[in-house]
């Protein structure tokens, strides 16, 4: 990113995860490709998966399903209390509802996963074969994705010399950083990988990721590679909660579309870059080759019009 990275002083480059083919893309495809390979080999017919109101994971999953010929239905929680009508209906909403999927809303703070398994139950009672899939596909099988990625990044630089000193994405349910870090140590390489978080306090974050990569360890077959010490997570730029846009994060998404021709979202890639960005200006990155490994979200940012004032781009010439 060269017009970024004179900007910052800092040599930076991407990992356009945004171009992952599947409806507009994102991280989730990686970890899709293995969670609905699973739910192929059990023989599902339908699959259940829960996020927040403009779930890009959602959005991600209900897009594999059409090209599998799978029913989907979505639980979404409303985590913001946003009443904006792009909010809820437009932005990955829309498309969730164009890919053929079904979705039900749920108020803040509603225990998800359980709402889903009844969810799943009442479907099974009605015939179905349901694979279920946790918020943000975070679990072992999907963190595999990110194991994949590792090797992927780590060839890539091979090929084309690059040294890579750091890693920087945005975190949330933990299953990328999980399957990078078990990726990165799995290969015995030394790249180090921050995580800017978008929901949880810092312990909470790395505990999180550092439990799931333990267990993508195990399936990967390579148990207790990742010490804790390899996980590290950033929660400084979180704002006041998830999904609720910042004003780094708003300037994060400036920058990148100016700069770069690169859209981010508010809710993830957004604070993500915010991170990255503030960072480097107070020089955490000195003489470093940075990856910010784009995990994608653009697909949210008609939902989130209203947290964008472009008065002063309508001009008469
Ligand atoms: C889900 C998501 C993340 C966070 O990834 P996790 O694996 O859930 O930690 C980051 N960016 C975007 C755009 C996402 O949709």
């Not at 915010?274 to 910010?292: S, W």
Request: charged residues 20%.
């Amino acid at each position: 990113m060269k017009r970024l990275s004179e900007a910052l002083g800092v040599d930076l480059w991407i990992k356009r995860d945004d171009c992952t083919g599947m409806s507009t893309g994102g991280n989730k495809t990686r970890k899709l490709e293995f969670l609905m390979a699973e739910a192929l080999e059990q023989g599902a017919d339908m699959v259940m998966t829960q996020g927040a109101t403009q779930t890009n994971h959602g959005r991600q999953t209900a897009a594999f399903a059409a090209k599998l010929g799978f029913k989907c239905h979505i639980l979404l929680e409303d985590r913001t209390s946003y009443d904006d009508a792009n909010y809820n209906t437009n932005g990955n909403v829309l498309l969730d509802h164009l890919h053929g999927a079904t979705t039900e809303k749920f108020p803040g703070g509603h225990d998800m996963p359980a709402e889903m398994e009844r969810a799943a139950e009442k479907m099974r009672a009605k015939g179905h074969r349901v694979y279920v899939i946790p918020g943000g596909g975070s679990n072992p099988t999907g963190a595999l994705g990110y194991v994949n990625c590792a090797f992927e990044l780590l060839a890539q630089a091979n090929e084309t010399g690059l040294k890579i000193d750091r890693v920087v994405h945005a975190t949330g349910s933990s299953g990328t950083q999980a399957g990078l870090v078990t990726g990165l140590c799995a290969m015995n390489s030394a790249v180090p990988v921050l995580g800017i978080g978008t929901r949880a306090p810092q312990p909470k974050q790395e505990q999180m990721v550092y439990d799931l990569a333990c267990k993508t360890a195990e399936k990967l077959g390579c148990p207790g590679v990742v010490k804790r010490e390899d996980v590290m997570a950033n929660t400084d730029y979180v704002g006041e909660g998830y999904g609720l846009p910042t004003q780094s994060g708003i300037e994060a998404i400036r920058m990148f579309a100016e700069l770069e021709g690169i859209l981010l979202d508010p809710c993830y890639s957004a604070k993500g870059a915010a991170g990255l960005i503030d960072l480097a200006r107070k020089g955490a990155f000195k003489d470093e080759t940075v990856v910010f490994l784009h995990t994608g979200g653009a697909a949210a940012l008609g939902g989130y019009d209203f947290a964008f004032d472009n008065t002063d781009r309508w001009v008469n010439l």
